[in-house]
């Protein structure tokens, strides 16, 4: 961040009066550009024993295998953003979505929310972003192949709760 | 948003290749400047039957009372970004903190992100974006003074949760 996104201006570092922080300023229009971190929702959706899992079409991590999810949009609700992330990279309507794992990564400054889902309705495909959508067993997860570790965390954290039959939320942090 | 923050020139509004909405887009530079929801993090402190609440000395809501709550910096967890705002706003540290509501405002564009506590240690005070903090019953709440809906929902959840004994997630959206 370099210019000032509201006067085109070129910005300065400092703390703001009573800040404790860095943050980029416009001396010229005195706005301060806070930077915050993004929310990326997605979904888990079971369909009996298996859950579905995309492989991934786009950078990064290419075909490698993901949970369905993306970077929630202003003006939309966490769950309006995991549905529409699942409806866009794997064709697949959900329902009965439970917030499941909350994992805040504070050196990207990502936090993912991820939730338990059913299809609502039978169907699913590749969306533009995957390559291929399957429903896998737990015996056949490509645990090797997986994107991301927020998406082996959360199917590691449902297979072993599957076994106790409870769901607890888990808000976790990757360091 | 006018300039682009990284070369300083004039953005376009257009619809990127693969995308389906409006973007600010840096012609010069090729950047695309996504927008999107914040996440404001805060806790409900609980001392024996009461819950303690801060009146704000700052705009919006100037005088009003609140939990303690504040955007989640870049770098931090969820949980980290509701100690910190605690500790700011009210000069009290947290512990056994448990995620209770989640309630996205699309119109703003905003996820509160609100944690049941207990004080860890037994002192708070006036932090300086506040006027006083103070220790309230169910009885107490002054409903009508309170600075914004997240809060008298945090609020009403947890007392109607609090006669039941069961602290479920609420994950709701304000329209």
Known sequence: MKFCSLCGSELTLGIPEGDDRERHICDSCETIHYQNPKIVAGTLPIVGDKVLLCRR??????????????????????????????????????CQEELYTIISIPYISQVYMMYRAELSEPGFAAG????????????????????????????????????????????????
């Open 57 to 94: 079409a786009i950078e990064p991590r290419k075909g490698f295998w993901t949970l369905p999810a993306g970077f929630m949009e202003n003006e939309e609700s966490v769950k309006e953003a995991a549905r529409r992330e699942t409806w866009e990279e794997a064709c697949a309507r959900t």
């Open 128 to 175: 533009p972003e995957s390559l291929e959508v399957r429903l896998f067993s737990e015996e056949e997860i490509p645990w090797k192949e997986l994107a991301f570790r927020t998406v082996s965390r959360t199917l590691e954290l449902f297979f072993q709760d599957r076994a106790t039959g409870t769901f607890p939320l888990h808000d976790e942090t990757l360091e």
